[in-house]
């Protein structure tokens, strides 16, 4: 697994940003993961070399939009903690909370952040449309990121509100979202939001290419979201 992550490191032109132990560390992640996976529900993801490609490969690229060093970042539903236990992994100045509403999951990425001696790593459990309106969390993050959590139009009322003025939203999504980002527009404009542009990366030792929307904040969110789940679900923004 370490290889594999390595060579798609070098494939992407990530290797001299990164330490140089980064894929042994995410080889490691990838090994607990696995382990972990026997007794808990995890991944679906279950051969080593999918979990170095579609796991580890597939949240790297995220360093390509933005700079990560010494910031601040909030991962929304992160389950076993992509992509923010890999930025992590991968930029180890990054002050990352794991926000999940499943408890085992975070006692799990807790453990583990306490055993590998890792600093700057906060679980948080809850959900989003709650913690958004923590004023200990809104507006308090340089960056949020969401791995297909949930049509654009649900993820941005649910992670824009973190993110403070000048930081932006990364939504992990497929490449043919051109219509779900188009129609997820007015609502990250009513958010505080704007777009700016979109980042497709080809998955190296795969046929994959996946694709990071880029949101910006240029405003501060109104105070009225983010809404209740089901009334974004009834009414998406």
Same mark, same amino acid.
């Given at each position: 697994?370490?290889a594999l +992550?390595t060579s $798609?490191?070098e494939a992407? $032109?990530?290797?001299?940003s %990164? !330490?140089q132990n980064? !894929?042994?560390l995410?080889?490691?992640?990838?090994?607990?993961l696995?382990?972990?996976?026997q007794v808990?529900?995890l991944?679906a +993801?279950?051969d080593?070399?999918d %979990?170095?490609?579609l796991?580890?490969? @597939?949240?790297?690229?995220?360093?390509e939009c933005?700079?990560?060093?010494?910031?601040t970042? +909030?991962d929304?539903?992160?389950g076993?903690?992509?992509p $923010?236990m890999?930025l992590k992994l991968?930029?180890?100045?990054l002050s990352v909370?794991?926000?999940?509403s499943?408890?085992?999951?975070? @006692?799990?990425?807790e453990g583990?952040?306490?055993d590998?001696g890792?600093?700057?790593?906060?679980?948080?459990?809850g959900?989003?449309?709650?913690a958004?309106h923590?004023s200990?969390?809104?507006?308090q *993050? /340089?960056?949020?990121t969401?791995?297909?959590?949930? /049509?654009?139009?649900l993820?941005?009322?649910?992670?824009l509100?973190?993110?403070k003025?000048?930081g932006? *939203?990364?939504?992990?999504k497929s490449?043919?979202?051109?219509?779900?980002t188009a129609?997820?527009?007015?609502?990250?404009?009513r958010l505080? $939001?704007?777009l700016?542009? %979109?980042?497709d990366y080809? +998955?190296?030792?795969t046929q994959?290419?996946?694709?990071v929307v880029? %949101?910006?904040k240029?405003?501060a969110? !109104?105070?009225?979201?983010p809404?209740?789940w089901s009334?974004?679900?009834k009414q998406?923004?």
């Amino acid at each position: 697994m370490e290889a594999l +992550i390595t060579s $798609g490191l070098e494939a992407m $032109g990530l290797t001299g940003s %990164v !330490p140089q132990n980064a !894929p042994a560390l995410l080889a490691r992640y990838g090994g607990a993961l696995l382990e972990k996976n026997q007794v808990m529900n995890l991944t679906a +993801i279950t051969d080593p070399r999918d %979990v170095a490609t579609l796991h580890m490969l @597939d949240c790297a690229p995220l360093l390509e939009c933005g700079q990560f060093s010494g910031k601040t970042l +909030i991962d929304v539903g992160t389950g076993a903690g992509f992509p $923010g236990m890999v930025l992590k992994l991968l930029t180890p100045t990054l002050s990352v909370t794991l926000l999940d509403s499943l408890q085992k999951r975070l @006692d799990w990425l807790e453990g583990l952040a306490a055993d590998w001696g890792l600093s700057g790593v906060t679980v948080l459990h809850g959900r989003a449309e709650e913690a958004g309106h923590d004023s200990a969390l809104r507006e308090q *993050f /340089d960056f949020a990121t969401a791995r297909a959590v949930a /049509d654009l139009r649900l993820l941005s009322e649910l992670c824009l509100p973190f993110v403070k003025v000048g930081g932006r *939203f990364l939504a992990m999504k497929s490449v043919d979202s051109e219509k779900e980002t188009a129609a997820g527009l007015p609502g990250i404009q009513r958010l505080g $939001g704007k777009l700016l542009g %979109v980042y497709d990366y080809p +998955i190296p030792h795969t046929q994959v290419t996946h694709r990071v929307v880029v %949101v910006e904040k240029c405003h501060a969110t !109104p105070p009225a979201y983010p809404r209740r789940w089901s009334k974004m679900q009834k009414q998406p923004l």
